[in-house]
């Protein structure tokens, strides 16, 4: 038996604005029950949307093709049809990141603070899930599992708001995911798919104050911000990510070298990949030239400032606007710094906040860089491909964010819960003075 979704209708003004809400109500339902799941039950659930994505790959790769298709057809860059594109080591991947998170520890009821008062009042702060959530994103239906997976864990319902290029990609797998929780004796309406072909449902969904808890926009920068700017339900922003690798005077270049080529060619389409690289001075006479002939090498297209240009050989003239890009593309941006604050000046100004990295072998500038990058994740001698939830230990991960409240950088199980005080008393009144 196959539970999917209500068949997608093509919907306008109040009626797809009372489809959106019709589908938080559900989803408010599901979450009632949701939080009651034990873990027990939760990873069950976990374990049979994961042998049920490997069981019917087959369906979810018939339908990804078809999208990749029509995508192909209508012109979209090869870096968005790579974000698109599921293989079978794709599910494998996605389906053992259920797994992975179903292994973790159940967030909901953890302690994170109390005690008993000299009154005798016994206080508790505990976590509990947010609710409803949802989620707005662009063509990456591995965001869908991922979601509902994080979701599901932490207690909530989540509500999945793709992009039209990925339509029938995310109806498979959602269609595999409620399947699942209806043999696990979960509500299938803890993961719902809305309506994609009209922009106006992201407006129904992020104004849904009171049926919806948290939005979390999750997508190219115009994507981010429109939601952040018209939502008048929380949101958690997920920027883009202009990364920058500085290569110190003190660094080993065969490490510079091998971090800056993984950063910029592992996966050129992801927000964690490197688009600038800043070499000092003290060093480029000996490493631009072998890095800009490496980057050559593996097909990325230098665009440097005059000093970098001047070692590297055939590279293109960089821009001010090469130092505000996120390319998702093999291109990477250049530039030769006379120090370590003029590379942390640089990022203040072009970062985005998502991922910096420094290569070095000196402590003080590791400690100094650390202290002063204001970003979400800092690496020392690491490439930045490592800011992700699975690789970080968190199972998957439901974004990346950018801000400072509540949520930074991979958003895990904890960043997907609230907290409430449980208040334990023997008929305690308060003193009137």
């Known amino acids: ?22 589908a938080a109500r559900r989803a408010r339902v599901a979450a009632d029950e949701l939080v009651l799941a034990t873990r027990e039950v939760k990873d069950a659930a976990l374990r049979a949307m994961a042998a049920a994505l490997r069981e019917r790959a087959d369906e979810v790769l018939l339908a990804n093709t078809a999208d ?110 409620r399947d699942a929780l209806v043999a696990s004796g979960l509500p299938a309406d803890a993961v719902q798919l809305l309506p994609c072909h009209d922009r106006a449902s ?53 490490d510079a070298e091998r971090i800056v080529l993984n950063a910029k060619t592992r996966r050129p389409s992801v927000c964690n990949t490197v688009e600038t690289v800043l070499v000092h001075a003290d060093v480029a006479d000996a490493f631009v030239p072998r890095l800009a ?51 942390v000046a640089h990022i203040a100004a072009h970062g985005s906040g998502h991922t910096e990295a420094i290569v070095t072998s000196d402590v003080t500038a590791a400690r100094r860089f650390t202290a002063r990058v204001d970003a979400a994740a800092v690496m020392v001698n690491a490439s930045t491909a490592f800011t992700d939830g699975a690789e970080l230990g968190m199972g998957a991960e439901i974004g990346i964010s950018t801000q400072k409240l509540h949520a930074r950088g991979p958003m895990g199980l904890a960043e997907l819960t609230s907290s409430k005080w449980v208040v334990w008393g023997e008929g305690h009144v308060r003193p009137t003075s």
């Open 1 to 22: 038996m196959t539970t999917t979704t209500a068949p997608e209708r093509v919907s306008t003004g109040d009626d797809l604005r009372e489809e959106v809400h019709a």
């Open 68 to 177: 990749v298709e029509a995508g192909r057809a209508a012109g979209t860059s090869e870096s968005l049809l790579d974000r698109l594109a599921l293989t079978p080591a794709r599910i494998d991947g996605v389906a053992q990141g259920l797994l992975t998170v179903a292994g973790l520890a159940d967030p909901v009821g953890e302690v994170l603070r109390g005690g008993v008062l000299p009154n005798g009042l016994e206080t508790r702060q505990v976590r509990v899930p947010l609710g409803v959530v949802g989620m707005v994103y662009e063509a990456r239906p591995n965001v869908t599992v991922d979601a509902a997976g994080l979701a599901l864990k932490s207690g909530n319902a989540v509500l999945l708001r793709g992009s039209s290029s990925a339509e029938r990609s995310n109806t498979a797998l959602v269609a595999v995911l």
């Open 202 to 254: 992201v407006r129904h969904l992020i104004t849904a104050r009171g049926l919806v808890d948290l939005v979390i926009p999750r997508g190219g920068a115009g994507l981010i911000s429109a939601v952040v700017e018209q939502a008048t339900v929380p949101t958690i922003e997920t920027g883009v990510g202009n990364c920058h690798v500085y290569v110190d005077a003190s660094a080993d270049l065969d």
């Open 293 to 343: 002939g490496a980057l050559r090498g593996a097909g990325v297209t230098v665009h440097a400032e005059p000093v970098f240009a001047g070692l590297a050989g055939e590279v293109v003239p960089a821009t001010d606007e090469d130092w505000d890009v996120e390319y998702l593309s093999l291109d990477i941006a250049a530039k030769v710094v006379g120090s370590l604050d003029e590379a």
